[in-house]
């Protein structure tokens, strides 16, 4: 039943991500086409982005805007707190100072009639800390005890180090968590 609900949840999640992301101005125009004759339909490998023109659409725009130090964004799983629900989103970014450096960041977003609202960032400081290059992480399904809770599992391979070391987080509704080295 846990495996059910969890992939409900992210089924959910998935519908909501797409809305942030997505819409039918990228979808449309852009796609190159090759080939000897009109009308090819293979695809070209080489093909040029689009123009940069007011007709791009918002989310385009908000895409051209991203910065290149942003390296991950994913949504991760869904939460409810007080009849609030939304999803849980991840993004890491290069330090402008150090690139080497990691910030791992999670957000609360809110699903709403007509869009959605960021409800919290919440830095994981420990991350940037350690200053060893996260090469993976992965998020767990939800427990029947914190339906709206987040877990995940990071893979870092230290500054000084060639193997990667497994932490875990976990991450409350409230924004309060837990991060340390994993327990399984």
Do not use: C
Request: hydrophobic content about 40%; proline content about 6%; charged content about 20%.
């Amino acid at each position: 039943m846990a495996l059910k609900m969890g992939m409900q949840g992210r089924l959910w999640a998935v519908p909501l991500a797409l809305v942030l992301l997505l819409s039918s101005a990228l979808a449309q125009e852009g796609t190159a086409q090759t080939g000897d004759a009109a009308g090819s339909s293979t695809p070209s490998a080489t093909a040029a982005p689009a123009s940069s023109s007011s007709d791009e659409g918002q989310a385009g725009s908000m895409i051209g805007g991203l910065s290149p130090l942003i390296e991950d964004v994913q949504i991760v799983g869904p939460w409810d707190q007080d009849g609030t629900k939304g999803v849980w989103r991840t993004v890491m970014a290069r330090d402008p100072a150090d690139p080497s450096r990691s910030h791992f960041f999670l957000q609360q977003i809110a699903g709403a009639e007509g869009g959605a609202t960021l409800v919290k960032t919440i830095e994981i400081t420990e991350i940037g800390e350690m200053g060893g290059a996260v090469v993976g992480y992965r998020a767990d399904e939800p427990s029947s005890d914190e339906p709206s809770g987040l877990s995940l599992f990071f893979e870092i391979v230290p500054r000084d180090g060639e193997i990667s070391e497994t932490y875990e987080l976990h991450v409350q509704p409230d924004g309060s968590y837990d991060f340390g080295f994993a327990t399984n």
